[in-house]
């Protein structure tokens, strides 16, 4: 059974950082394409990051280029989100996802992690 458990979301500061992490059980994250996507209130999901399985390119929205670096631990079969310069508007709930040939849509990814809330105060 594939399983994806995020962690390390929480509240911080407009300017702070946050760290997420993904674990995965069931599958191995070095064989899928892994992206992270969040969904704010009355807002659909959007793709924030994604890290490919094969020579890990990393790619990145817009709106998170510059300040956020996704990465991959074979080893542990993490996948983490490194989150700075926070905003408020990079309050959301954030969600680790993987499949194989995924791209930059939701509808790509066949698993998901439960996901964990990001909150940037004022």
């Known amino acids: 059974q594939v399983q994806l458990v995020e962690s390390g979301g929480g509240l911080v500061q407009a300017g702070g950082s946050l760290r997420l992490s993904c674990a995965a059980s069931?599958?191995?994250?070095?064989?899928?394409?892994t992206g992270w996507f969040r969904q704010a209130p009355g807002k659909e999901r959007e793709f924030v990051a994604r890290?490919?399985?094969?020579?890990?390119?990393?790619y990145y929205a817009d709106s998170v280029k510059g300040r956020f670096t996704i990465s991959r631990d074979n080893a542990k079969n993490t996948v983490s989100l490194q989150m700075g310069s926070l905003k408020p508007e990079d309050t959301a709930v954030y969600y680790c996802?993987?499949?194989?040939?995924?791209?930059?849509?939701?509808?790509?990814?066949?698993?998901w992690g439960q996901g964990t809330q990001v909150t940037v105060s004022e």
């Open positions: 996802a993987a499949g194989r040939f995924a791209g930059r849509a939701a509808n790509d990814y066949p698993h």
């Open positions: 069931g599958l191995t994250l070095s064989s899928q394409n």
């Open positions: 890290v490919a399985w094969s020579v890990r390119n990393t």
